[in-house]
């Protein structure tokens, strides 16, 4: 059984017992988290499509983490023959998600 959900923006498809990366949500680690925005459901090839989204469906899940950080990414600038470069680095904050049923 699996399911597509919409968690801060982003779609992300989840099975129980899963753990996943999501954009930094306001909860505290060891917190409890519903989504109720289930795009899609299949349970053993009965799939239902939600319009916009699944009525009654439920994602529940619990924060392991609350300050990961993501890989950094690098951004070079460069204009060439003027003599200039720069390099900036940025990590985006995340939050790491298991997630317990699919309800």
């Given at each position: 059984m699996y399911a597509i959900v919409d968690i801060a923006g982003q779609q992300f498809k989840v099975e129980a017992g899963m753990e996943i990366f999501v954009n930094r949500l306001a909860a505290e680690?060891?917190?409890a988290?519903?989504?109720?925005?289930v795009l899609l459901l299949d349970s053993e090839g009965n799939?239902?499509?939600?319009?916009?989204?699944?009525e009654g469906a439920?994602?529940?899940?619990?924060?392991?983490?609350?300050?990961?950080?993501?890989?950094?990414?690098?951004?070079?600038k460069k204009k060439r023959r003027k003599g200039y470069q720069k390099l900036n680095g940025h990590r985006q904050y995340l939050t790491k998600l298991q997630i317990n049923e699919i309800a």
């Open positions: 680690k060891g917190a988290v519903e989504f109720d925005k799939v239902k499509v939600g319009a916009p989204y699944v439920v994602v529940k899940a619990t924060v392991l983490d609350d300050s990961c950080k993501a890989d950094k990414v690098l951004v070079f």
